[in-house]
């Protein structure tokens, strides 16, 4: 009797251990058996925050086993808060959206999860390889693609139709038509671009600069800026402003200036994503509604047809992560063919197949349509991973050479010395 009391009270505490340690790993999971998840995303531009919301929402739906936090911060904020959040290796996210300039940096500092054999060969193979840029380092991926998004040209095409000009495919007919609709009294600046200081006037420089042909870099990978195109391409934005043909509002416009001044009619053409299509057609957000036309960006006769910036961003994992599965599943799911042909609009799909599918082609037909041309003309910015420092100094030399305080040859002479001294340290 004794001796089957005691073997009870073994059998007791075993349970009682048991319960315990079930209790330790059902909070460590979050509690109720339930895995955590946090992600961080931005604001603004391409998929709305309520657009990632609710496809968060339908994964977890499909998952109850997992939880998914939301954090949202404007894109200027999300570089420092991923790097501050990695810095103290506490595993703040699991799940971070991707910069295509910062896969170079975060991987040479061994914060991403390399995901290369998690993609299956045949959707690797649908999804277009200009995108898949946008999260590789060295061969090897560090995300799935998610925000697929490059730049455009957008005219007004009531604006065009009253000079009886037809869809530019140079800028040298650009600078035409923009004269002539000054000199008529159409519009007072013709053309509207985005050269505020930070990574806007270097994405737009680098695309006059990439239309012409031009290089930042030599074979041996010293940094000539500041000869050639990349000078030619300077003095194009500075002569078309001192004339009038560019607003000066460029100097400190950002995107969202860019669709404002368009969409209230105040400009003939304009460079930006792809998000300013639906707005600047919306007649509640724009005054030329139904005449905002999207095209291929003009080139140059002596250069490219076309050059446009990968913008595209990423869902990568970090390597902090102690839920790497499940974080796999919610970023695949986000990127999946029925959730971006869903959420089309702000942002086309990643993958090939879709761009040929007769919904996608009747919800967003003129925006399939160009992209499908304007695709093959994508660039990537430099894969280095002292970008973020080197973006910093072509922002604040650039934008003295706007503003008139220095020349385009002081301005370049000392970005590519400052270059160095970068380089240096690397």
């Not at 869809?167 to 671009?193: F, H, L, N, R």
């Not at 990568?316 to 959420?343: G, R």
């Not at 086309?348 to 160009?370: C, H, M, N």
């Amino acid at each position: 009797m004794g001796e089957m009391e005691e073997g009870g009270m073994k059998v007791k505490k075993i349970f009682v251990v048991l319960l315990v340690l079930g209790g330790v790993l059902l909070l460590a999971s979050g509690g109720y058996g339930k895995v955590t998840l946090s992600g961080l995303f931005m604001k603004q531009a391409g998929y709305q925050e309520s657009d990632i919301r609710a496809m968060t929402e339908e994964f977890v739906k499909a998952h109850p086993e997992v939880e998914v936090n939301l954090a949202f911060v404007a894109y200027e904020e999300l570089h420092d808060k991923i790097v501050v959040a990695a810095a103290s290796g506490a595993g703040t996210y699991d799940v971070i959206l991707l910069d295509c300039i910062w896969p170079a940096e975060f991987v040479e500092a061994g914060w991403l999860l390399d995901v290369t054999e998690r993609l299956a060969p045949e959707d690797r193979e649908d999804i277009f390889p200009e995108v898949l840029s946008s999260v590789t380092y060295k061969g090897r991926l560090y995300g799935m693609p998610w925000l697929n998004d490059w730049q455009y040209f957008f005219y007004n095409r009531k604006m065009l139709e009253t000079i009886g000009g037809q869809p530019p495919q140079y800028w040298t007919e650009v600078i035409d038509y923009a004269k002539k609709m000054k000199a008529q009294g159409i519009v007072e600046y013709p053309i509207i671009d985005a050269w505020g200081q930070g990574e806007a006037v270097v994405i737009q420089w680098l695309q006059y600069v990439e239309a012409m042909n031009g290089k930042l870099f030599d074979e041996a990978g010293n940094p000539i800026l500041n000869q050639g195109k990349p000078q030619e391409a300077l003095r194009f934005m500075i002569d078309n402003l001192k004339e009038g043909l560019f607003n000066p509002a460029c100097i400190e416009s950002f995107y969202e200036e860019v669709r404002r001044v368009f969409s209230a009619g105040q400009a003939a053409f304009g460079l930006n994503w792809t998000y300013m299509y639906n707005l600047a057609n919306d007649p509640q957000e724009s005054q030329i509604a139904g005449d905002a036309v999207l095209a291929v960006i003009p080139g140059f006769p002596d250069g490219k047809r076309s050059a446009t910036c990968n913008g595209g961003m990423g869902l990568s994992i970090m390597k902090t992560s102690q839920h790497p599965d499940e974080a796999w599943a919610y970023v695949s799911y986000l990127a999946s063919k029925e959730v971006q042909k869903k959420y089309s609009q702000n942002a086309l799909p990643i993958w090939k197949s879709l761009y040929d599918d007769p919904e996608l082609i009747a919800q967003q037909g003129e925006v399939v349509q160009v992209a499908k041309e304007q695709i093959h003309y994508i660039f990537d910015r430099p894969q280095v991973p002292w970008y973020s420092q080197f973006s910093l100094v072509l922002s604040e030399e650039l934008q003295a050479a706007l503003t008139g305080a220095k020349s385009v040859e002081n301005a370049l002479n000392d970005a590519v010395e400052r270059t160095k001294e970068i380089m240096a340290k690397y």
